[in-house]
């Protein structure tokens, strides 16, 4: 078995993890966010953007040919209930990407129902996550199972992490974060270290712009780790503006 490598896409919210397969990883599309705030003055998109985010996971797949796209959970927005924009765009969503790549679903808090509008060609798998190797992929809004202490390292998403300094040009730019901490902060009983990958948002429009109207979403694993990590932060085309210092302001 090829051990995996992780790479992050430039300029894209997106990564690639590559061993026996290829797999893209996106996280975070919430498709249909667009009918709850669709009077919401303050949000950017009033309009679908289900076409946006077809054509750019296209562009995507076509400039890296995986062999599988993982969706790191939250496909859908609404939580519990499915929103008539859901019914009608994320069957289209799946049947516009499917035909290229084999696609696996890891449901997150915002997934409730998703198994009624997805093709029978869509693997839908446990909230828990799966891992590849030694990297636990899941959505970040549950605490991994003890059975997965073996990995050392976690992709995760629903944290939707913005970076904000309003006199910085970077104010308002999505950001990916990279962890390193001691496992014994995930995995109780368990010794060495673990990195923890956080995807930023896939949709364009699904994140705060600016600070007053951020809403952190709380992670058990992040809670677990924040105060005891070392860590870099970066800008989606590799700018590197932090590291751990600011971390309490992010996450």
Known sequence: MLMVSTRIIDSEPALILDG???????SD???????????????????????????NIKKI?????????????????????????EWRDIPYFFEEIKNS???????GNHDANIERLI?????LISSRGMIIDDVLLTHGHTMPSENYSNVNNIIMGHIHP????KNSLLNGERIWISIKTEKSEIFSSTKGKINITIVPSF?????ATEKRYYKKSISPIVEK???????????????????????????
């Open 20 to 26: 026996d397969k290829k797999n893209l990883v996106i």
């Open 29 to 55: 599309l919430h498709i249909g966010f667009e009918h709850k705030f669709s009077s919401n003055k303050n949000t950017i998109g009033k309009n679908s953007s289900i076409n946006e985010i077809i054509s």
């Open 61 to 85: 797949i076509k400039r890296e040919n995986p062999d599988t796209l993982i969706l790191l959970g939250d496909v859908k927005s609404s939580i519990q209930n499915i929103t008539k924009t």
């Open 101 to 107: 790549l084999e696609v696996i679903l890891i449901p």
């Open 119 to 123: 093709p029978n060609d869509v693997t």
């Open 162 to 165: 913005v970076y904000f300094d």
């Open 203 to 207: 949709n364009p429009y699904f994140y």
């Open 225 to 251: 780790i924040k105060d005891a990590a070392i860590a870099k932060i970066v800008t989606l085309d590799g700018t590197i503006i932090g590291n751990e210092s600011i971390l309490g302001d992010l996450i």
